[in-house]
T-cell receptor, first 113, second 114 residues
């Protein structure tokens, strides 16, 4: 079962902020975030483990709320290079889901000058 | 270091034909997986493997077979191609299966079934 991302698309001007959300109906062990440029492979951004941690990567950061089974990706002071499709990937906790990295449907982010 | 290599990059098949999409990694990764990407559907897991000799089904396994005889290779077989299998296919690998390590993706194979 895929995690659910929202919104499906975001349009920004340079310097504006955005938040992309990822939620799951199943207990999560970890959440991955990836960015894909058009015609290219997805590229890793960061991993968050259960425990409610928040991580940062330049002006891109993320949080993981284990109780709500949700993660959010924060993009601040957006740059043109941030444009692309963002995917959250989830590893579920134990049981028959061991080893499955399952992705959401993606959020298309477009940054204009 | 080549990383994850997929071949071919592009392929056109006729309905009913069979073919194998190749995926090889040179990073000694335990975990390998296949995804298909369709507009609005994100990356959907087809099959995955947690080590040589071990494979399991993902979300959309029908019409696809896999095997993992070596750590390095994880081919995806389409036994009888259908137009519904037109998609971009990505192979991915990661060092361990515990969810703590990043996945590396190949450059993708764009498959069209006519």
């Amino acid at each position: 079962q895929q995690p659910v991302q929202s919104p499906q698309a975001v349009i920004l001007r340079e310097g504006e902020d955005a938040v992309i959300n990822c939620s799951s109906s199943k207990a999560l062990y970890s959440v991955h975030w990836y960015r894909q440029k058009h015609g290219e492979a997805p590229v890793f951004l960061m991993i968050l483990l259960k425990g409610g941690e928040q991580k940062g990567h330049d002006k891109i950061s993320a949080s993981f709320n284990e109780k709500k089974q949700q993660s959010s990706l924060y993009l601040t002071a957006s740059q043109l290079s941030y444009s692309g499709t963002y995917f959250c990937g989830t590893f579920y906790a134990g049981g028959t889901s061991y080893g499955k990295l399952t992705f959401g449907q993606g959020t298309i982010l477009t940054v204009h000058p | 270091n080549a990383g994850v290599t997929q071949t071919p990059k592009f392929q056109v098949l006729k309905t009913g034909q069979s073919m194998t999409l190749q995926c090889a990694q040179d990073m000694n990764h335990e975990y390998m997986s296949w995804y298909r990407q369709d507009p609005g559907m994100g990356l959907r897991l087809i099959h995955y493997s947690v080590g040589a000799g071990i494979t399991d089904q993902g979300e959309v396994p029908n019409g696809y077979n896999v095997s993992r005889s070596t750590t390095e290779d994880f081919p995806l077989r389409l036994l009888s191609a259908a137009p519904s299998q037109t998609s971009v296919y990505f192979c991915a690998s990661s060092y361990v299966v515990d969810g703590n390590t990043e996945a590396f993706f190949g450059q993708g194979t764009r498959l069209t079934v006519v």
